[in-house]
């Protein structure tokens, strides 16, 4: 369902200034040319685990392992009628990870609204900005923080990065991954696993606090 409301959100005209943006790369152009499916049978995990420590390819692997992710886990495109642009929106999708391994988000709520705003700054893809209405699901407090921290970032780092469409990510596996940021424009934000665990140690021993508080009165 929520695919296929991507996918028709995107026709006419914003699949089609995506596929434009491809085709005004040399690279998206070879992308678009050889179209590569990222999958667990097209990426060797077991080669990416072997990579070393800061680069892509094992930054992506140690990602999907911390994040109990597949590669396999996307929808297939069914209701783009052009050829190339379907293969646009898959290769949107496939990407998704890579784009959570850049920057560390993870599969929380929060952090797929932060990578889904990141990600309409980028390509003006409806879906992905229609993805905020999950900030309704979120704590009062993750709200305060999205508008406060991870909002602003993804916004702008979304628009000032360049167009990660045309990143041919099969071939930077063994790149440095900082490198890569680098070159995209990309700022890592703070690390959210961090920011909620902390919290979360915050609350407790606030409630612990307040419970010996109590037990004094008492």
């Known amino acids: 369902m929520?695919?296929?409301?991507?996918?028709?959100?995107?026709?006419?005209?914003?699949?089609?200034?995506?596929?434009d943006a491809m085709l005004s790369s040399p690279t998206g152009r070879r992308i678009l040319r050889d179209r590569p499916r990222i999958t667990s049978?097209?990426?060797?995990?077991t080669r990416l685990r072997a990579l070393p420590a800061n680069s892509v390819g094992r930054a992506y692997?140690?990602?999907l392992d911390r994040e109990g992710v597949?590669?396999?886990t996307r929808d297939p495109v069914r209701y783009i009628d052009d050829e190339e642009c379907a293969y646009v929106m898959q290769r949107y999708r496939e990407s998704?990870?890579?784009l959570h391994a850049l920057t560390g988000l993870p599969v929380v709520v929060e952090g797929e609204v932060a990578l889904k705003a990141f990600?309409?700054?980028?390509?003006?893809?409806?879906?992905a900005g229609l993805s905020l209405a999950a900030l309704v699901r979120l704590k009062p407090s993750e709200r305060a923080r999205f508008w406060a921290v991870y909002g602003p970032w993804a916004f702008r780092n979304g628009w000032k990065a360049k167009e990660v469409i045309n990143v041919y990510w099969e071939e930077v596996l063994e790149k440095d991954v900082?490198?890569?940021?680098?070159e995209l424009k990309i700022e890592v934000p703070a690390d959210l696993r961090d920011t909620r665990r902390l919290e979360r140690m915050r609350r407790r021993e606030?409630?612990?606090k307040r419970e010996r508080e109590r037990a004094g009165v008492s």
């Open 206 to 208: 606030a409630r612990e």
């Open 2 to 19: 929520i695919a296929a409301l991507g996918e028709a959100t995107a026709t006419p005209y914003f699949i089609y200034r995506l596929r």
């Open 119 to 127: 990600e309409w700054a980028n390509t003006l893809l409806p879906m």
């Open 178 to 182: 900082d490198e890569l940021r680098a």
């Open 96 to 98: 998704h990870d890579f």
């Open 61 to 63: 692997a140690g990602w």
């Open 70 to 72: 597949s590669p396999d």
């Open 41 to 45: 049978t097209s990426v060797s995990m």
